[in-house]
């Protein structure tokens, strides 16, 4: 039986107070997970907010950050068409149905997962479900909207949990323009936050059924941890 795992993706081509920063998804961050479940041979659906085609962040296509596993992911037909005709959120019938709810991040997820009961819904159901829910870099953002089946504690409280840290925050200038900082946030509901011990490294945790990577670099490991969940 293949194991199946949903892709949630913003949607959003614009953030921060102005709404005119150019963003989308970090490529890498969809790419290489992508192809590490591919290779374990999973079932793959691709889902966003709005459905259809995603916006890519420019940044994560620039020289440094253009991984080999991003490069790999443009020229793969089937990723591509996926990506290109992504399903809404919304009309997926239940997240649960899936062994794996994967967020790839981008600050397109400080847009369109704040604030949004369609994202907080497959989280929270996905969880409950004791199904694995994997999040990375700002994808975390959508987890502190989120609540524990009694619809008042935060789904965060009381887990290792990380994310884009604040530090990270402030070294690419967005501090201003998110609508909170993620670690501030986990740590204001009382998760147990942690981070690399030196920005921009991979740091990834497990509690339960919640994987969290901190940043780009963490999104291969995020990946293969949840792979070793599963088996």
Not at 103 to 108: L, V
Not at 177 to 203: C, M
């Amino acid at each position: 039986m293949f194991q199946k795992v949903l892709f949630l993706i913003t949607s959003a081509p614009y953030f921060g107070k102005s709404k005119e920063i150019p963003t989308g998804v970090w490529l890498e961050e969809l790419a290489s997970p992508y192809q590490v479940f591919k290779a374990a041979g999973y079932d793959i659906t691709f889902a966003s907010t709005a459905g259809g085609p995603v916006p890519i962040d420019s940044n994560s296509l620039a020289e440094g950050f253009f991984s080999e596993e991003s490069k790999k992911f443009l020229y793969d037909a089937e990723a591509m068409s996926m990506f290109s005709h992504t399903k809404k959120i919304a009309d997926v019938a239940t997240p649960g149905d899936f062994d794996v709810l994967y967020i790839p991040g981008g600050h397109g997820c400080c847009a369109d997962f704040v604030d949004n009961g369609d994202v907080k819904s497959a989280i929270e159901n996905t969880h409950s479900a004791g199904k694995i829910v994997a999040v990375v870099c700002h994808g975390p953002i959508a987890l502190a909207e989120c609540f524990k089946p009694d619809g008042t504690t935060p789904l965060v409280q009381g887990l290792s949990v990380t994310g884009f840290s604040d530090t990270e925050e402030a070294a690419v200038g967005h501090t201003d323009n998110v609508p909170y900082l993620i670690e501030t946030r986990f740590v204001e509901q009382g998760a147990k936050y942690e981070k690399a011990e030196s920005d921009w490294s991979s740091h990834v945790v497990a509690d339960g059924n919640l994987v969290t990577g901190q940043n780009p670099a963490s999104s291969t490991a995020a990946a293969q941890k949840v792979v070793e969940l599963l088996s």
